[in-house]
């Protein structure tokens, strides 16, 4: 994206006008400090401030956008801090998103790399042209180094060519420093810029905000998704010291509950009353969920995702020397973000409010407490802050928690800031869902080369009957179903895929890596099967597959360098190895599983190396504590969790049932980072995918087991 001259100069003003008091107690006002364009401040101690645009849940972008702002600017790493922007979409969308702004998708750095690069570019050449001015002399011969101007004899700190600095016209395509020139870029020992914060206590999460005469709400919810309110009976809440009131929601949705602080909300819940009608509520069972899904697979499927006919495919496969066939089941996941759902609504003396929210998609929100409190758009404010982990719960279609809290603010005298609160069980029961899948395939093999590749597929839409359906969903495919699958870099003849929609029986939403996380475990499996039947060595098999194109020489390479750094074929006695590998979000990860033991006395995960390409390397550090958090997460889910449905009500209600991955669940993590020049992407999600189909290929290698319906540990599998 290029930087106009009106796009800087939107809503800075140049420079800003800071009122406030001297010494002597008189007011008094100065030029102190400036906004050279929306994405880069200076303060008059030439302290430089990067305005995010994208929320922190802890996968980096405030370290990596603030990265390429420093690294043009000629600054150091301790002389910029941060900031999040405002709910402003027409500048601060996300690029890759449209007319909106949002966090999602590991698009951070991939959607503003030369913006932000370019955001401080023009900054450092509009300072260095203040410096010419002031001393007289040439711009060419100046330079800004560790956030000093430095050149013609002279050196003086950038604070003294801010104010100068902001009355300049911004230059519309400022040069960019070269990879010769980087300091920054690729420095694997940069370090998080909020790690101190958020160790010392300092930082603010959503949860920890406590505002003046704030009250606490908590939400009274359907045990089925569709219930509704008919009655309730607060009485019993009315013992409860601290409590306010209760009111049913206007969506009737389900009961507010408010009170002073946190704990009384929860026990006057506790003792509310509420009588559902469950007239239009979910009532299957997961075991009929899962029945219908997997008869799906038995008919020919709604869509064609290829474009091969699905006969010609079958056909082909029949005539092969061996075929291998399998049928995969993936159940219900919740997010379980560490810091459950929260968010505050103020009133503010103009008459509007300001939300506070670790708000992922702030456009969705913004534009719903505008209409629910009948507020123009510039009425409401979104204070966007830290949050305590999503991987994806945040940002959903209907911007649901915030609606609440909206509502559960309406329906007060609006004086009071309401702080909405979801606890654990919560979110674990009431929330959304990676929704469940079923895959059939069959694979035909010849002189031990594929001939045929059916691939049948059948779940619950994430995008249909959303606001992203437009946009999401072509010739009645949503391709968040399939992804992975349709797109393989994989050079397979005679590729089928096919997709059948089933009923949603929960709010369904993407997780941490999206169709992904399903579509590469059949995928990977389905390889080291089709090599078995080949006879051939599983990574050797796959390279057959990875020619012809840069996207397939791309996960070639990650494929051999994980393999040689694993050691692959090598694996030391009483440990057997198993791999994958996948491109997600324009990244490709390849991992090597580790393991000892078996399925009936215990796997141990030995270890896990990971080979990544995600482009130019911005943090290395950020980039390596990224695959090993997607792979922690991705292994953790399919070794012991699901989200199960009696009677249409979520059975688990916290982490002794829904069980969080353990830091001794897996001994060892290395991360190898391919050096690349192609444009940066994704790593928030891109190590999920692999992680779990390497783990399956080496219980496979050490076993015979071929695990494929999840969670493991339902099928047999134990781990020590």
Not at 314 to 336: C, K, N
Not at 353 to 362: C, F, I, K, R, S
Not at 512 to 530: F, L, P, Q, W
């Amino acid at each position: 994206m290029t930087i106009s001259r009106r796009t800087f100069l939107a809503g800075s003003g140049a420079a800003v006008l800071v009122l406030g008091l001297s010494p002597s107690g008189a007011v008094a006002s100065a030029k102190t400090d400036a906004a050279l364009n929306p994405f880069v401040k200076i303060t008059s101690e030439g302290k430089v401030i990067a305005v995010v645009k994208h929320f922190e849940m802890g996968q980096g972008p405030t370290t990596g956008l603030s990265t390429l702002i420093a690294e043009e600017l000629g600054v150091g790493m301790d002389q910029i801090d941060y900031e999040f922007a405002p709910s402003n979409p027409e500048v601060y969308n996300n690029l890759l998103f449209g007319p909106f702004q949002g966090t999602g998708g590991s698009t951070a750095i991939a959607n503003s790399f030369n913006q932000y690069r370019q955001a401080g570019a023009a900054a450092r050449e509009m300072l260095i042209q203040a410096a010419a001015d002031a001393w007289g002399v040439d711009a060419g011969g100046l330079k800004i180094v560790e956030g000093q101007v430095t050149g013609a004899g002279q050196t003086a700190s950038i604070a003294e060519f801010v104010v100068a600095a902001a009355e300049l016209e911004a230059p519309s395509e400022p040069r960019l420093t070269t990879p010769s020139e980087w300091r920054l870029i690729g420095n694997p020992d940069i370090r998080r810029l909020d790690s101190k914060t958020k160790t010392n206590g300092q930082a603010m999460f959503g949860m920890d905000l406590h505002l003046p005469e704030q009250m606490v709400t908590v939400i009274a919810r359907s045990p089925q998704k569709g219930g509704k309110v008919a009655s309730f009976d607060d009485s019993g809440s009315a013992q409860v010291k601290g409590f306010i009131r209760a009111a049913t929601l206007p969506n009737l949705a389900g009961v507010a509950v408010y009170a002073e602080d946190t704990w009384a909300a929860f026990q006057a819940r506790e003792a509310l009353q509420v009588e559902w009608d469950m007239s239009d509520a979910e009532t299957r069972s997961s075991d009929e969920i899962k029945a219908e899904i997997m008869a799906a697979l038995d008919f020919a499927p709604t869509y064609n995702a290829t474009g091969n006919e699905q006969s010609e495919v079958a056909a082909a496969i029949d005539g092969a020397q061996s075929v291998v066939e399998e049928t995969f089941y993936f159940p219900l996941l919740a997010h379980a973000p560490m810091e459950p759902l929260n968010c505050t609504i103020e009133p503010d003396a103009d008459g509007g409010v300001t939300l506070h929210d670790g708000a992922q998609m702030p456009t969705g929100p913004h534009m719903a407490l505008a209409q629910i409190l009948e507020l123009p758009m510039d009425k409401v404010r979104v204070k966007t802050m830290l949050a305590g982990g999503s991987f994806g719960r945040r940002a959903t279609p209907d911007a649901d928690y915030q609606v609440e809290a909206a509502l559960a603010f309406a329906i007060t005298d609006r004086t009071r800031p309401v702080k909405l609160v979801w606890s654990r069980e919560d979110d674990l029961r009431s929330g959304y869902y990676r929704p469940a899948f079923g895959h059939k395939v069959r694979v035909g093999v010849t002189d031990g080369k594929i001939v045929g590749w059916e691939h049948q597929v059948a779940g619950q839409s994430i995008m249909k009957g959303t606001p992203f359906e437009a946009f999401a969903v072509r010739d009645g495919i949503d391709h968040s179903s399939i992804e992975g699958t349709n797109d393989t870099p994989y050079q397979i003849p005679q590729l089928f895929v096919g997709l059948t929609d089933t009923k949603k029986a929960t709010s369904t939403l993407w997780w941490r890596s999206v169709g992904h996380t399903h579509t590469a475990y059949v995928m990977e499996v389905m390889m080291d099967m089709a090599a078995k039947a080949a006879g051939a060595d599983p990574v050797e098999f796959r390279l057959g597959y990875l020619t012809g194109s840069e996207d397939a020489d791309r996960k070639a390479a990650v494929l051999q360098l994980a393999a040689e750094k694993a050691n692959w074929g090598n694996a030391p006695a009483g440990r057997y190895h198993g791999v994958a590998v996948h491109k997600s979000f324009g990244s490709y990860v390849a991992e090597v599983a580790e393991i000892s033991g078996n399925p009936e006395d215990g796997i141990v995960i030995e270890n896990i190396t990971c080979a990544v390409d995600c482009g130019i390397p911005i943090n290395p550090d950020v980039i390596k504590a990224q695959m090993e958090g997607g792979i922690g997460y991705g292994i953790g889910h399919v070794m012991r969790d699901q989200i199960t449905l009696a009677g249409g009500a979520v059975e688990q209600f916290n982490f002794p049932d829904y069980e969080p991955l353990r830091i001794s669940d897996i001994r060892g993590i290395d991360v190898h980072i391919v050096m690349s020049e192609a444009a940066p992407t994704g790593v928030g999600e891109p190590s999920t995918p692999p992680s779990a189909p390497a783990l399956a290929n080496a219980i496979a290698a050490a076993s015979g087991v071929m695990v494929a319906s999840l969670p493991m540990s339902e099928e047999g599998v134990l781990f020590a």
